[in-house]
Structures are given as C-alpha cells and as structure tokens.
C-alpha cells in the first residue's frame, strides 16, 4: 500500500517536473472529460448572451426564449469575429459582421448575401457547441469529446428536494487551477488567512483528526461534529459537517442540525487560461423565511473568499519567478499531494479508455489548524 510519504513525494516531483515547463503555472493542462461551473443561472438570463473564457476557449452562453441553456464556441467561422458581439433574437445569433446567422447548435441558418438562386448548404457551417447543463441555479459546461453517457454534474450536496435559497460569489484569482485547487483543500492556511472576528483566529491551534473516504473523483471528509472552537459550537452536539471534494476543483460542504440540512456550499475552480482561475461558491440554504438573509450570505462568502484571493495575489508575485517549492508537510499537505494524484490517474484513466481507479485510501489524517 502506498504510503503517505510516497504520496508526498510524488506529488513533489510532480511538482518540480511542471515547474520545469514553460507555462508558469504548476500543470500545463487542464482535466478534460468534465463538468466546469461556467455561471449563475441568475447571470444568463432570457434571450440573453454573454461570453466568457473557459479553459483557454472562447466561449458564448446563453439561454433561449424559451429559458433553455446554450454554449458554442464564440468564433463566426467566417471570418472570427466573435458571435457574442452580434445580436440575439432568443432563437438565433447574427454575426455584427456579415449578418450571417445562427441556431443554439451553432449550426449556420442563413447567409444574407446569397441571392435568391445562389443555393449553399448553409447548415454544413457549424461553430462548436457544448453540452451545457443548469442545476440547482447553476450553469455547467462539458469539456471533453464525449457527448453522451456523461458523468453526473457536481452538485452541493445534502439538498435533494428541499426548497433553497441560493446566492453565488465569483472571484478570480490569478493563479494555475492547480495551485487554486491546493489552496480549496488545504487546511494549514485556515487559521492563518481566514481571520475575522466572526470566525477565527491563529492564536488558538488546535489538532485535527479526521476520516477520510475515497469517493467519486476525489475523497470525502466523513461526517463528522465541528470543531469545539469553531462558530457552531452553541449546538455542537446537534451539528454534523460533511466535506468533500471532487475534481476538477469542486469543494462540497453540507451542515445538518439535528439530522436535517440547513447549508449546503459547492466551490468550484474554472481555468480561465493557464494563469487565472474563476471561483465560484453557491451557497444554498433551507430555513423557511430566510430570503432576507441573501445579501448577509453573498458578504459573508465575499469577504472569507477574498482572504483567499488575496494571498493569491501575494503568491502570484512569488509564482512568476518560477521557484522551487516545497509542498505542505506531512498529513496537512496530503489533500494537496491526492488531489495531483486523482487528476493524473483521471487523465491516465481517460487516455487509455479505462474507468478511474480512485487513488485514495481509507486514512485518518493529523494536523493542527
Ligand atoms: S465574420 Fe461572422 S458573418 Fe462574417
Ligand atoms: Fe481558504
């Protein structure tokens, strides 16, 4: 069985061997053959476009007249300007160029400089389109060839038909998803970078023991009370926590009180290029009456998120000088260390048409955090 520190030192060199790439940033790849949180649904709204890169791609989202979401590739295949800039009718998009027109399957419907007599098979001009699927108030996009037998899209957890409110903050950080990622799963630099007098402090460590399970595309934090010292232990007893992560970047944490949901969260990272990261946090919750509470949640989520956003700013100033890193010791940089794992056996996995063999194993990780 592979040890921790066998992990660790396979992520290190996995580390230094990017580091040796020219692209800046710790991978020069992104995951492909999966889900990316492209918008809140409340940001694509009704006979609306809106344009965006994801992955390094040009891409155009939108939804229909009839409140359907799409993507397509944001290139006019006539001569590149970018569709998004053209016009939408709530069934098709004429390009600001040339007028040429198209559907929501990016397939070309007209050409208005053909006259009458001058037949063209207009339909074989297609910009690419995307699977494109809305949840739970959120818009996802599929990365990757496969167009059917789809792995189910990353969904904040613990809900199932319970009625929520919802809102969404976006950031963007400037730095690889991979290092974005290594920050989502890490808990050293919690005490440290998330201090608020709501929340914490760093003054007061204490040891973390906790279970974790492989799961999906990633690993799961078994259910378990918060910490003692944490905002929620006026009910500890009554309170259970359950986090998890899957990739390509996707931190779930669901709370219960007293056996019933009342916050549900997804995180999800989107590679922009190979040097910027979007993230969004959802925050969903069930307390009947609450919508009031929407623009406390939206600041609160704001002003954690952005600590992490800052330090990215920091380690993006140290980031461009290409430096020799070290990864966090021992059990706190063992998410680090599975996370590099999970997505080399994704893209292994994928490379050679076999199913995902789940790295992780079934370990109790300490630290003090
Ligand atoms: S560039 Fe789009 S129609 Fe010509
Ligand atoms: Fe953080």
Redesign the pocket.
């Known amino acids: 069985m592979t040890t921790i520190s066998q992990l660790v030192a396979e992520a290190s060199a996995e580390i230094e061997a990017v580091n040796a790439s020219k692209t800046g940033g710790m991978g020069t790849w992104f995951l492909r053959e999966m889900w990316y949180f492209a918008a809140a649904s409340a940001d694509v709204k009704h006979g609306k476009i809106l344009n965006k890169q994801m992955l390094g791609e040009p891409i155009l989202i939108g939804r229909d007249a009839n409140g359907k979401v799409f993507a397509m590739k944001d290139i006019?295949?006539?001569?590149?300007?970018p569709?998004s800039s053209?016009h939408f009718d709530g069934k098709e998009i004429?390009?600001?160029?040339?007028?040429?027109t198209f559907n929501t399957s990016g397939v070309c419907t007209g050409?208005p400089s053909l006259v009458d007599d001058q037949e063209f098979p207009v339909c074989k001009i297609k910009t690419k389109s995307y699977v494109c699927r809305e949840v739970r108030d959120t818009i996802w996009i599929y990365f990757g060839d496969k167009t059917e037998d789809l792995p189910d899209v990353p969904e904040a957890p613990g809900l199932g038909e319970m009625y929520c409110y919802q809102t969404t903050v976006r950031l963007l950080l400037p730095i690889h998803i991979d290092y974005a990622a290594l920050a989502l799963i890490d808990p050293a630099h919690v005490p440290y970078i998330h201090k608020s007098w709501w929340w914490r402090s760093a003054r007061n460590l204490k040891v973390k023991n906790k279970r974790y399970v492989p799961e999906g595309s990633g690993w799961t934090m078994v259910k378990h009370h918060p910490s003692p010292h944490s905002i929620f232990q006026f009910a500890n007893d009554k309170i259970e926590t359950e986090i998890s992560f899957r990739l390509p970047g996707c931190r779930r944490e669901y709370l219960t009180f007293g056996g019933r949901t009342i916050i549900s969260g997804i995180s999800t990272l989107t590679p922009i290029d190979e040097t910027t990261t979007e993230l969004n946090h959802t925050t969903y919750w069930t307390v009947p009456g609450t919508s009031f509470i929407t623009p406390f949640v939206h600041y609160f989520v704001n002003e954690f998120l952005g600590q992490d956003r800052d330090v990215a700013l920091l380690q993006e100033k140290g980031l461009k000088h290409k430096p020799k890193l070290i990864p966090t010791i021992k059990d706190a940089g063992t998410p680090g260390a599975w996370y590099l794992l999970c997505k080399k056996e994704w893209a292994d996995a994928h490379r050679d048409g076999r199913a995902f063999e789940n790295p992780i194993p079934d370990t109790i990780l300490r630290w003090r955090s």
């Open positions: 006019c295949p006539h001569q590149a300007v569709l053209g004429s390009c600001c160029f040339h007028g040429w050409i």
